[in-house]
């Protein structure tokens, strides 16, 4: 289960690459056989797709799309060179996965009410190998809001559940590819951050509120002096 971010609009045009390519299935076969006889000859093996599967149009509605569903033959050839293609291809790739949109949602059947997050990410060379996930302060990047606990990040999948469900965290969401290359979202605070929650302290707002009244004395003063500099002579 799975889906593209945005949706699939096809080939993008004038670009050279394969950027049609929704997936790619990598199969290993072990060169190495224990028990059972010896295999002597090309071994055929034949990979069907599931009755379930479906594809769902990018409508907004999820519509089911029609799709026509058929078998694949492989075969194992016996003698090959041995290079382990899947390995090269991991060792060449040096871009992090496609950019991606995660998204905050909230429904009443769903995790008992709670907010959670939806996301997915595509890579086209290597493949995705996991995600992680960090609730940061807005002002201490790295630490859990408040900023005096540093958070590491938990590896996740979707949906998951938010812990700081005020969502006045910011969310960070780590792509992290089969060769190790790293794509990274933040997504801002939900709600808006109080002044005790960004760090201003009783003494801070003191000192902010004794700095606006200096200011506007000393603009007072710069007036009151035009005023009289202005004013006719007797």
């Known amino acids: 289960m799975g889906g593209v971010p945005a949706g699939y609009c096809g080939r ?8 049609n390519i929704l997936a790619k299935v990598i199969f290993s076969v072990p060169g190495f056989q224990v028990g059972g006889s010896p295999i002597e000859r090309d071994t055929p093996f034949l990979i069907v797709v599931a009755t379930g599967t479906s594809v769902l149009l990018n409508d907004g509605a999820g519509t089911s799309a029609n799709i026509k569903k058929g078998s694949l033959s492989l075969t194992r050839l016996l003698g090959g060179s041995g290079v382990n293609e ?12 496609d950019p991606f949109t995660p998204e905050v949602n909230h429904d009443a059947n769903t995790f008992a009410g709670k907010y959670f997050l939806v996301f997915s990410a595509v890579d086209k ?31 996740a999948t979707s949906p998951y559940v938010l812990k700081d469900q005020d969502l006045r965290s910011v969310i960070v969401v780590t792509a992290i590819d089969n060769a190790g290359n790293r794509q990274r979202i933040a997504l801002p605070p939900s709600v808006g951050t109080s002044t005790d929650q960004m ?30 500099t202005q004013a006719p002579t007797a």
Request: proline share 7%.
């Open 12 to 19: 993008v045009l004038g670009d050279p690459g394969r950027t």
């Open 86 to 97: 899947w390995t090269a291809q991991v060792h060449n790739d040096t871009l992090p996965p």
């Open 125 to 155: 060379q290597s493949g995705m190998n996991h995600f992680e996930i960090t609730e940061e302060d807005p002002l201490h990047p790295g630490y859990a809001r408040g900023g005096s606990q540093l958070i590491a990040p938990i590896t």
């Open 199 to 228: 760090g201003l302290g009783f003494g801070s707002v003191w000192i902010w509120a004794l700095g606006v009244f200096v200011f506007l004395l000393l603009a007072f003063g710069v007036w009151r002096y035009a005023q009289r």
